[in-house]
Every structure is written in structure tokens, then in C-alpha cells.
T-cell receptor
């Protein structure tokens, strides 16, 4: 079983739609959680951290469920520019980030 | 501008011909690492370094070497490249310890093809 699992997608949604991705992790000792965004053939960039109480950044909401060992990312009012691959990242020590394989989002007009 | 740079960005080479991919960061970060990204496998860590002269293996170190003689530079060396090392490579850096060590800065990537 992979340490971090994501549905690869693609999720094809129209502009203005709300879309949600989940990510599951296998190590219950995982400490920190993040969502990264990666545009095609470019470097990943941090989108947002995920806090236990859930957090919001504009149209993006991240949630953590430690009991079920998953994190989620909700995007409201999707824009064309949101088209990208979203990487779930989990850490369980101070050295290492474990990346999921990513979920691809395609927003169409 | 804070950044991580990599060179070359694209490289096509042949089996067995030694190559080096350079990585440099200007943020005075202690922690640097190399990843490779392959379809369906995601980003996998090759090597990392927590400071000058301190390096350690990641998940897929076979066939690679690194060195950290200066804080800003972390070159990746393929002594005898093979076709299974064809991949997209990213260098990354972050402060260590950091208040938010998920904030990792990536270089623009090096697309390597080994024939």
C-alpha cells in the first residue's frame, strides 16, 4: 500500500463549479499535511498547509481527518487557472516529505 | 529574488556517460534534496542534505551521488547513467529546522533522457 494515495483523476469540471479531492495516508504517526500545486511540467509549489481544525484560503478549503487518516481540498468557484495537478504531502518526521502522485484537475469554459 | 536554480534544464545523453546536474539556492537554506518524478510514481526523494558535508540517502539513491561542499550548492551526479534514469528531476531546499518545513522551494526541473 502506498504511504499517500490520491485519485489520479482527471477531474473535468466547468468554470464556477465546486470540486473536492481526497487524499489518504497510511502512517498514523503522520505529523504535518500540505497541498502542493503543480502545473504541467513545472515545479511543485506550496498551495496551503492543512491544520487539524481545517483552514481556508480564499476559494480553497483544506480539512484533516486524523481518525480516518485523510485530508481533503475543496475548491469553490473554479477558475480556468485552477487547472493543474494537486499533490498531497504528508510528513512524519522532521526530515522527509512524502508526496502523493497527484490529482489532475481540468477546468473547462 | 529567492530561488532554486538547476542546470541544465534539458539533457539528452547516452548510457554510461557521466553527467552532473547542478543545483543552487540563494536563500541560505540548510536542507536540500533531490527528487525524481515519474508518471504514476510521483515525486521520490533520491538524496538529501541537512547541512554542509551532511548527506543521506532518500528512497531511490541507487545510481546517484551527491555532494554538499557549500551551503548553496547541491549537485547530483550520475556516474554511469542508464535508460531507467530517464526522468524529470527536481532540486529543492528549505530551512531546517523551520517553522513550517512543508514550505519547500523547488527548482524548475531538469528533464533527462538517457538513450
Amino acid at each position: 500500500r502506498k504511504e499517500v494515495e490520491q485519485d489520479p483523476g482527471p477531474f473535468n469540471v466547468p468554470e464556477g463549479a465546486t470540486v473536492a479531492f481526497n487524499c489518504t495516508y497510511s502512517n498514523s504517526a503522520s505529523q504535518s499535511f500540505f497541498w502542493y500545486r503543480q502545473d504541467c511540467r513545472k515545479e511543485p509549489k506550496l498551495l496551503m498547509s492543512v491544520y487539524s481544525s481545517g483552514n481556508e484560503d480564499g476559494r480553497f478549503t483544506a480539512q484533516l481527518n486524523r481518525a480516518s487518516q485523510y485530508i481533503s481540498l475543496l475548491i469553490r468557484d473554479s477558475k480556468l487557472s485552477d487547472s493543474a495537478t494537486y499533490l498531497c504531502v504528508v510528513t512524519y518526521n522532521t526530515d522527509k516529505l512524502i508526496f502523493g502522485t497527484g490529482t489532475r484537475l481540468q477546468v473547462f469554459p | 529574488e529567492a530561488q532554486v536554480t538547476q542546470n541544465p534544464r534539458y539533457l539528452i545523453t547516452v548510457t554510461g556517460k557521466k553527467l552532473t546536474v547542478t543545483c543552487s539556492q540563494n536563500m541560505n537554506h540548510e536542507y536540500m534534496s533531490w527528487y525524481r518524478q515519474d508518471p504514476g510514481l510521483g515525486l521520490r526523494q533520491i538524496y538529501y542534505s541537512m547541512n554542509v558535508e551532511v548527506t543521506d540517502k532518500g528512497d531511490v539513491p541507487e545510481g546517484y551521488k551527491v555532494s554538499r561542499k557549500e551551503k548553496r550548492n547541491f549537485p547530483l551526479i550520475l556516474e554511469s547513467p542508464s535508460p531507467n534514469q530517464t526522468s524529470l528531476y527536481f532540486c529543492a531546499s528549505r530551512p531546517f529546522p523551520g517553522t513550517s518545513f512543508g514550505t519547500q522551494y523547488f527548482g524548475p526541473g531538469t528533464r533527462l533522457t538517457v538513450l
